[in-house]
């Protein structure tokens, strides 16, 4: 399904014969297409075509593809409109992100950024903010590990520098370890320069994650992501 060029998202609905939830939503995403919320709605019965559903990775149904966004289950009216003003946001989509690193669904994430390279900024924007919720750094760091040494993860050398930067420890702690898993060697200066910093386990991880960097081995260094 093509992306809707506009600021109005399309959907695509995956739906079965017998689900209970299904024939709901479906009604429901047909009232948004008539107010003009929804571009454009396609729905596609997976009973019928059992191959679509295995293209998406979908395992049950009521299945949703609202603009970027895959949801499942049942969604009222409400909570589609809040996914709708999400959508196209860089603070919609840092949500999103959260949302599917709290339930769990790491391959979910992976796979978006392998799409769009570009929600990088998005995934990363709970690591400046020492209130996020800890599963949702570890689920960063989870996926980041994922993109260790891909060219996608070392074009946000830029954020990852300027979050080595941060005043809190624990926040330039994780910079530390995400340069070093860049492989860039750009990420270099920025690593020498927390070789001198206040706390000693960000000036540990930045020296191993920087010999990591010279020997080009990141495999050796310390796997487990920092909290």
């Known amino acids: 399904m093509a992306e809707n060029s506009g600021e109005t998202p399309d959907?695509?609905?995956?739906?079965?014969?017998?689900?209970?939830?299904?024939?709901?939503?479906?009604?429901?995403?047909?009232?948004?297409?008539?107010?003009?919320?929804?571009?454009?709605?396609?729905?596609?019965?997976?009973?019928?075509?059992?191959?679509?559903a295995?293209?998406?990775?979908?395992?049950?149904?009521?299945?949703?593809?609202?603009?970027?966004?895959?949801?499942?289950?049942l969604l009222s009216a409400e909570e589609l409109r809040q996914w709708l003003a999400r959508a196209g946001t860089r603070e919609?989509?840092?949500?999103?992100?959260?949302?599917?690193?709290?339930?769990?669904?790491?391959?979910?994430?992976?796979?978006?950024?392998?799409?769009?390279?570009?929600?990088?900024?998005?995934?990363?924007?709970?690591?400046?903010?020492?209130d996020s919720e800890l599963q949702v750094r570890i689920g960063i760091g989870a996926v980041l590990e994922d993109f260790a040494g891909d060219p996608a993860l070392a074009a946000q050398l830029p954020r990852l520098c300027e979050l080595s930067r941060h005043a809190d420890p624990r926040i330039r702690l994780d910079a530390c370890h995400y340069l070093g898993l860049s492989s860039?060697?750009?990420?270099?200066?920025?690593?020498?320069?927390?070789?001198?910093?206040?706390?000693?386990?960000?000036?540990e991880e930045a020296g191993e994650m920087?010999?990591?960097?010279?020997?080009?081995?990141?495999?050796g260094a310390d796997a487990e992501t920092p909290d």
């Not at 959907?11 to 929804?38: F, M």
């Not at 860039?184 to 070789?195: G, I, Q, S, V, Y």
Request: charged letters at 25%; proline letters at 5%; one cysteine or more.
């Open 92 to 130: 919609g989509m840092t949500a999103y992100f959260s949302e599917l690193l709290l339930s769990g669904r790491l391959d979910q994430a992976i796979a978006l950024l392998r799409r769009d390279p570009a929600q990088f900024a998005a995934l990363l924007e709970p690591l400046a903010d020492a």
């Open 11 to 52: 959907a695509l609905l995956l739906v079965g014969s017998g689900c209970p939830h299904c024939a709901t939503l479906l009604q429901t995403l047909g009232e948004l297409v008539k107010r003009g919320e929804i571009a454009h709605l396609e729905v596609i019965n997976v009973t019928r075509r059992p191959e679509v």
């Open 210 to 219: 920087l010999a990591a960097l010279m020997t080009g081995d990141i495999s």
């Open 54 to 73: 295995m293209a998406h990775g979908v395992r049950s149904v009521p299945w949703l593809r609202l603009g970027p966004f895959e949801l499942q289950g």
């Open 184 to 203: 860039a060697p750009e990420a270099a200066d920025c690593l020498r320069a927390r070789l001198e910093d206040d706390d000693a386990e960000v000036r």
